[in-house]
């Protein structure tokens, strides 16, 4: 059985609790910190009008440049529509980076209303400032689950700890565990992220989420790289615990990740469906005790009914019944039990056959 603890008050157990969705607002909004309190707030609201459904809120702190190298290597990525683009690494990192003041700004937004937020963190002063914040959880990005030094100290701060596995072998993914767990930390979420940004369907490996929970039996969880969403609802009939999709407010554009973006207008809709999707998968037998709300109409059934008008001694066959709707006699799933009865009482053609006209 894997193990079960709870990520920003909500509990991760797949068969008995809906899955635990993570809201990305990542880096999403430049350095624009107005925006990024405004999607923080959208959020937040859209959570608490979709209550049966977990929510908790996702970024990243990115508060120095020098994680990137100066240099001439350059990063690709695309648009949805598949315009391509380009890119200075370090440039890139620079027009994203912002202050750990800005980062507390766009916070508070959680912090005074009691949202819980998982922050990605890429260094220790990022992950110390994300845990005097308030963060309820920590994610190691898949570039970093490597990282030894960065994974040891996430794992020393006393909250559940996600791995991103990214292209990781198994191997490193148990390096990572075992890192993890010898500082400290046992409440970890494997985090399964499909090749590519965006990720095509026949790139996802979303079985690799069952390995995982067999070979760490831990909750696993699905980091959503693709343009739709319908890989978030595979994921969850798969078994995950946690699924992650960034939100935007112009999904459409050209930068970084924005390809695997949903907008930021369809969450409270997206929402909704991964909780109807997690009903869905009920239980592994049904309970035909307990009546389901919302069905309509009744589950029929057909019984023995005399074809002709019958007499005492008559043995019942095909040549003398037929079977009908509604099941007011003998069900037809018993005939085995009933062949070549002789009748004890009679019965008029039409009517149906009951156990007390069997001798």
Same mark, same amino acid.
């Given at each position: 059985?894997?193990?079960?603890?709870?990520?920003?008050?909500?509990?991760?157990?797949?068969k008995?609790k809906?899955?635990?969705?993570?809201?990305?607002?990542?880096?999403?909004?430049?350095?624009?910190?107005?925006?990024?309190?405004?999607m923080?707030? !959208?959020?937040?609201?859209?959570?608490?009008?979709?209550?049966?459904?977990?929510?908790?809120?996702? *970024?990243e702190?990115? %508060?120095?440049?020098?994680?990137?190298?100066?240099g001439? *290597?350059?990063?690709?990525?695309a648009?949805?529509?598949g315009?391509?683009q380009?890119?200075?690494?370090?440039?890139?990192?620079?027009?994203k980076?912002?202050?750990?003041?800005?980062?507390?700004?766009?916070l508070?937004n959680?912090?005074?209303?009691? &949202?819980?937020f998982?922050?990605?963190?890429?260094?220790?002063?990022?992950?110390d400032?994300?845990?005097?914040?308030?963060?309820?959880?920590l994610? #190691?990005?898949?570039a970093?689950?490597? %990282?030894?030094?960065?994974?040891? %100290?996430?794992?020393?701060?006393?909250?559940p700890?996600?791995?991103?596995t990214?292209r990781? &072998?198994?191997?490193?993914?148990?390096?990572?565990?075992?890192?993890?767990?010898?500082?400290?930390c046992?409440d970890?979420?494997?985090?399964?992220?499909?090749?590519g940004?965006?990720?095509?369907p026949?790139a +996802?490996n979303?079985?690799?989420?069952? &390995?995982?929970?067999?070979?760490?039996? $831990?909750?696993?969880g699905?980091? @959503?790289?693709? &343009?739709?969403?319908?890989?978030?609802?595979?994921?969850?009939?798969?078994?995950?615990?946690?699924?992650?999709?960034?939100?935007?407010?112009a999904p459409?554009?050209?930068? #970084?990740d924005?390809s %695997? *973006?949903?907008? $930021?207008?369809?969450?409270?809709?997206?929402?909704?469906?991964? +909780?109807?999707?997690?009903?869905?998968?009920?239980?592994?037998?049904? @309970?035909?005790?307990?009546?389901?709300?919302?069905?309509?109409? *009744?589950?029929q059934?057909?019984?023995?009914?005399?074809?002709?008008?019958?007499?005492?001694?008559?043995? #019942?066959?095909l040549?003398?019944? !037929?079977?009908?709707?509604?099941? !007011?006699?003998?069900?037809v799933?018993?005939?085995?039990?009933? $062949?070549?009865?002789?009748?004890?009482?009679?019965?008029?053609?039409?009517?149906? #056959?009951?156990?007390?006209?069997v001798?």
């Amino acid at each position: 059985m894997a193990h079960s603890f709870s990520l920003g008050g909500y509990e991760l157990s797949p068969k008995d609790k809906p899955p635990v969705f993570l809201a990305e607002i990542g880096g999403f909004f430049g350095q624009d910190v107005g925006l990024a309190s405004e999607m923080v707030q !959208r959020i937040i609201a859209i959570g608490q009008a979709n209550r049966n459904q977990p929510m908790v809120l996702k *970024t990243e702190i990115l %508060h120095d440049a020098e994680i990137c190298l100066p240099g001439v *290597t350059l990063e690709t990525y695309a648009s949805k529509d598949g315009r391509v683009q380009k890119e200075n690494y370090r440039k890139l990192i620079e027009r994203k980076v912002l202050s750990l003041s800005n980062y507390a700004k766009i916070l508070r937004n959680c912090t005074d209303t009691g &949202t819980p937020f998982i922050v990605s963190v890429y260094d220790f002063k990022g992950a110390d400032f994300a845990c005097e914040m308030g963060a309820c959880s920590l994610k #190691i990005a898949s570039a970093n689950l490597v %990282h030894i030094p960065l994974v040891r %100290h996430c794992a020393s701060k006393d909250i559940p700890l996600i791995l991103d596995t990214g292209r990781a &072998t198994l191997s490193e993914v148990e390096r990572a565990v075992l890192v993890a767990r010898e500082a400290g930390c046992n409440d970890l979420v494997i985090e399964h992220s499909p090749d590519g940004h965006p990720a095509l369907p026949k790139a +996802h490996n979303l079985r690799i989420l069952e &390995t995982y929970s067999d070979v760490f039996s $831990l909750p696993v969880g699905l980091s @959503d790289l693709h &343009t739709g969403i319908e890989m978030l609802y595979a994921a969850i009939a798969l078994g995950a615990a946690v699924v992650e999709k960034g939100v935007h407010v112009a999904p459409d554009d050209l930068d #970084i990740d924005i390809s %695997h *973006t949903m907008d $930021l207008c369809d969450l409270g809709d997206v929402l909704n469906k991964v +909780h109807d999707v997690w009903l869905a998968l009920g239980r592994p037998e049904r @309970d035909l005790g307990v009546p389901i709300e919302g069905v309509i109409g *009744t589950s029929q059934r057909q019984c023995l009914v005399a074809a002709k008008n019958l007499v005492v001694g008559d043995r #019942i066959n095909l040549d003398n019944v !037929r079977f009908a709707f509604p099941c !007011r006699g003998i069900p037809v799933q018993d005939w085995d039990v009933v $062949l070549d009865k002789a009748l004890s009482s009679d019965v008029s053609a039409g009517l149906p #056959i009951q156990w007390n006209d069997v001798g």
